[in-house]
């Protein structure tokens, strides 16, 4: 029956993704994290967010900088064994307290922690991109289902409560038939010092950063699997920041209802929007995906109706990331962005790249 | 003296483009119109424009419609003679009320009508676009050259207040340096029975038609000339609307700045949008390009500021389109948007058209 009665509320939680209100929380104990990366995100964004969850608390923390590392602990009460470097990262097996290993590095990072988390026998949550490669993505997935851990993907923005309402909105036609989604993400990187610049780190350029959030919201507005690509890239080499990494890109995905996406990443302006057409109108976001402050219009022929969804002030995207992750780490339910979701984006991405390097159309869905 | 005057008045007007007041008016009088054709564009939407005009006047209106010509003459007081079929237009040349004759035929008829107006001696102002060819749009070059009369392109956004005041910014490092121009124009198409579903009189879909706007657009806000250009195309043909012609096309061009300029066009939703991203912010017209109603944002990160064009409630796309043609033709001075300029769009639209058919990118430079 417990079992039954926790298969409920997920399904529900499922539905109204992370919308689960902290009181119906039916788990005996919140399930400790191990944040891997104490860089701008992961100290800065996520450890102050489990103070606002009810399935999920901060267990243990992994940095190369043992003084950060001490400190932090020091903040929020962990003990000195739950203090990791990335040498000794591997005794986390050992470590109760740690259930899910929340890897927060430099994408090239990715693939290496998910696989040493998942063979420490911990669950992971890995940011987005999964990773540099299709490869080490399947290597990641193999190696989680080998040691029977899940894998999730950093997807915040199917915790969010404007991009939730945008998806719901688009597949009860509140738009009619499906056009075309445009996506388009950027902001003016200015040190040409930053890690997502060096390919060694990156994996590539604002295709592998914000180029991910264009591409998942032309999947997930559309609800549909692309069956090719076109893109083509732009980038000033000479420019010191754009020595290694691409600054420009800009795609058209086809689906097979005939809808197009027309994406877009840049790290040389800024920009951040989501807007689906239909034959019936349109949804708008705009900011769309933003840590907070989206906002979100429906309408005819423009921005006639601003919406607010349900409970959106209530609800936080990060809140909601964490603790799916950690009920489906205590049921054993599939989280709703998996590393198969990972995957499948890593698969078009490397599609795009070669599509802008060969200047033609790549089919996705193995036709010629 | 009187022509430099007038030289210095137009070249007035060149850089402030229709913004001169009827006030300036220096010729002794308004230049004549022939309307070819007395569709919803012709005798719903340019010929009202006539009493605001400073130097220009309806002359004279073509049709294949008997009745309405002569309904459409009476009440604009124009004599019997005035009144032309297609197969009597020849005739126009012996017409000394008609200086000008503005084509709004269906596509198609375009260069026919071009042609035959030259050849009788008039200038001509013809819609956009220009037609359904290269080969038809330097045949029109090429025959208002040999008649030494002005061609001129119903491009009316460059005689919009909102789209000039945006060159002008755009011109001015408003947004800083311009990295991408994104453009959508489209409009659901409802009737499977408009000329402008039938090949053989619109030559192409939406691309054809509201397309232009989009490639003008991006052509206009960058200030730039594309190198090379790639597109997608998507249409479902079992829809009885899109038996002939394209749906939805999908076009990204390359500029020697390295600026990308993402396009599109649709006969499937609503829009009517273009954003200009720099690296210092962005410029943001939607509408962009209506009859009125437009609205303009420049900002550094969306649309914190609202701006209204200096004697924008004054002016007027369709009459400054009008004035400027009549100017040109009293003066001499070459068209602002001439067919040249038709003609560079219309290589442009050929290549979008070949890309999407061969799944390339096809270059415009002559580079291989």
Sequence with gaps: ????????????????????????????????????????????????????????????????????????????????????????????????DVDIVYVCLPNAMHAEYTIRAAKAGKHVLCEKPMAVSVAECEAMIAACKTANRKLMIGYRCHFEPYNLEAMRLARTGAAGKIRYVRSEHGFVQRSPDAWRLKRALAGGGSLMDMGVYSLQAARYMTGEEPVAVTARESTDRRD??????????????????????????MYSANQNRILLMGDKGRIELEPATRYNGNRMWVGEDGREKAITPPRASARNQFVGQLDHMARCAATGHEPIVSGEEGLRDMRIVEAIYRSAREGRTIRLDGRA
């Design 1 to 96: 029956m417990e079992i039954e009665r926790r298969d409920l509320l997920l399904s529900a939680a499922a539905l109204t993704v992370g919308m689960a209100a902290p009181t119906l929380a039916a788990s005996p104990r919140k399930l400790g994290y191990a944040i891997i990366g104490l860089g701008y995100y992961g100290l800065g964004v996520i450890i102050p967010q489990f103070r606002n969850c009810a399935h999920s608390r901060l267990a243990a923390v992994v940095s190369g900088d043992p003084a950060k590392a001490k400190r932090v602990a020091a903040e929020h009460g962990l003990p000195a064994r739950s203090v990791y470097s990335y040498a000794d990262f591997d005794r986390i097996r050992d470590n109760p």
């Design 240 to 265: 010191p920041r754009f020595t290694e990494v691409e600054d420009m890109i800009d795609w058209t995905l086809e689906f097979p209802s005939g809808a197009l996406g027309g994406c877009q990443s």
